[in-house]
């Protein structure tokens, strides 16, 4: 490939990966105004949920259908389902029409997490990988800073129903630059997919989820959906022992490589995930309005944007251990001072450990990436990917649920001192209707998240602790040669 070409492939997946970052941010943004028109404020957190679930659940299908059948006709697929679930979710006349129609744009989501990340580690040769996937990183920090004003806009002029048809011309333009300069062909893998496989891991990974989400409010039924998910992955087990193209072959979680990568993804995603969540619920508690919870997510974007683009570009003559060594540490050292935050602790200080944490996100998230590319090869670009983005996206959704079961836990009695308040769904409902912090509010949840944050390093430790586990210059020691089979390493 053509340089000219290669920048015109990099800028279309860079706009199919912007089309999926921003838009958690632009439709936060606008829900007060949709629930004003559509009513149903019970189903207010499942609109983000059946999006999360359903991006989730698909992203290892597409890792493997893109390795068997070609990225460039799967990224249009992907595309093409965002782009739907979003005319659909425009035209909702409820909120439960629209928690399904976001459930359909999931799967794209699913799809734009997934092989826009595979085409560059395709087109790139190994020793500029980490350069655009660091790219592909900055373009989260950047979509999480321009999601709130670009969200406010669109509602104030063309009204709420166009924050999701803007995504029909923006799924364009992306599909335009794709077509025109990538020539690939339709895959190397035998077309035999274990679709047995991938419905097992969608039901076990998609009912533990939901199970999760209900923990604090229907402990009973969390109970039983978590049942039902581990039996199903149970059934995924013995499906990928029998499958001639696994998923996610089982040999992989023998290798050290691909275990270390998973799992420190999937740890550093669980911690910081839900510190985008509940570090702004804390600061509004505190200082109240919608803008204030902004400034806390503010430091953390532009950390995680700015370390992404020059981890990448650090990559080659750093190495992927080391810069996964520096982020983890910045990501326990950040939860570790966040744990003595109270109520009279400064927005300076809050802004500052919020920055550090962003930091330490873009500073891993791109060489782990590159590690796992790199250690698996082309032929397996999109399981690679797939696979290391998938447990990243699942440790940010159980993070959030888990942690947040344990502030709802260690401060249940000082919510319900709070008037309206027992959980923090109900506290996140009060914020959302009323914007102003009722009485006690800070205090009960300042005491929660110390607990949670004190757990979240302990977690961060640990994923520091697996990144030394990788292996030494594996960027160098694979820029020569792509293995294909990585269970004889």
């Given at each position: 490939m053509e340089e000219r070409e290669r920048r015109f492939v990099t800028i279309g997946v860079l706009v199919g990966i912007f089309l999926a970052a921003i838009d958690g941010t632009v439709v936060t943004t606008a829900m007060p105004t949709v629930v004003a028109a559509l009513g149903g404020l019970e189903l207010y957190p499942w609109v983000f949920t059946s999006y999360m679930l359903f991006t989730a659940v698909t992203m290892p299908l597409f890792g493997r259908l893109a390795d068997a059948y070609g990225r460039k006709k799967l990224f249009y697929v992907g595309i093409a389902a965002f782009v739907a679930g979003s005319v659909l979710s425009g035209a909702a006349g409820s909120m439960a029409?629209?928690?399904?129609?976001?459930?359909?744009?999931?799967?794209?989501?699913?799809?734009?997490?997934?092989?826009?990340?595979?085409?560059?580690?395709?087109?790139?040769?190994?020793?500029?990988?980490?350069w655009a996937i660091g790219l592909?990183?900055?373009?989260?920090?950047?979509?999480?800073?321009?999601?709130?004003?670009?969200?406010?806009?669109?509602?104030?002029?063309?009204?709420?129903?166009?924050?999701?048809?803007?995504?029909?011309?923006?799924g364009i333009i992306a599909v335009a630059f794709i077509a025109t300069t990538l020539e690939e062909s339709t895959g190397t893998a035998t077309g035999d997919i274990d679709y047995a496989g991938a419905l097992a891991i969608a039901v076990g990974v998609g009912t533990i989820l939901i199970g999760l989400?209900?923990?604090?409010?229907?402990?009973?039924?969390?109970?039983?959906?978590?049942v039902i998910g581990l039996a199903s992955l149970g059934g995924f087990y013995f499906a990928e022992r029998r499958a001639s193209e696994p998923i996610i072959p089982l040999a992989l979680f023998g290798d050290r490589t691909f275990l270390a990568t998973i799992t420190a993804g999937f740890l550093t995603s669980f911690v910081v995930f839900a510190g985008l969540t509940y570090i702004p619920l804390f600061v509004q508690s505190v200082h109240g309005g919608a803008n204030s919870s902004a400034i806390a997510v503010v430091p953390i974007s532009i950390g995680w944007s700015g370390m992404s683009v020059l981890a990448g570009r650090m990559t080659e003559r750093i190495g992927e251990r080391r810069l996964s060594i520096v982020g983890t540490a910045c990501i326990a050292v950040s939860f570790a001072a966040g744990a003595f935050w109270t109520p009279a602790t400064s927005l300076v200080v809050i802004v500052a450990v919020a920055f550090v944490m962003g930091v330490g996100m873009g500073t891993v998230t791109p060489p782990l990436l590159t590690v796992i590319q790199n250690h698996l090869g082309a032929e397996q670009m999109g399981l690679a990917?797939?696979?290391?983005?998938?447990?990243?996206?699942?440790?940010?959704?159980?993070?959030v649920s888990v942690l947040g079961f344990v502030?709802?836990?260690?401060?249940?009695g000082q919510l319900a001192a709070v008037p309206g308040v027992s959980t923090l769904g109900d506290l996140q409902r009060v914020l959302f209707e009323t914007n102003t912090p009722p009485a006690g509010a800070a205090a009960a949840l300042a005491s929660g998240l110390s607990s949670a944050f004190v757990v979240s390093a302990v977690i961060g430790l640990v994923a520091l602790v697996v990144v030394f586990k990788l292996p030494r210059g594996e960027s160098e020691s694979n820029a020569s040669t792509e293995r294909a089979d990585p269970a004889t390493d």
């Open positions: 029409e629209l928690v399904a129609f976001r459930a359909i744009q999931g799967i794209g989501g699913g799809a734009m997490l997934a092989l826009p990340y595979t085409i560059l580690g395709v087109i790139y040769p190994p020793e500029r990988r980490g592909g990183g900055s373009v989260w920090g950047v979509a999480s800073v321009l999601g709130p004003p670009l969200g406010y806009a669109i509602v104030s002029t063309l009204g709420w129903r166009w924050v999701f048809y803007v995504n029909v011309p923006v989400e209900l923990l604090t409010t229907r402990p009973l039924a969390a109970g039983i959906a978590v990917t797939s696979s290391q983005q998938f447990f990243r996206q699942l440790g940010g959704a159980m993070g502030i709802t836990t260690l401060a249940r």
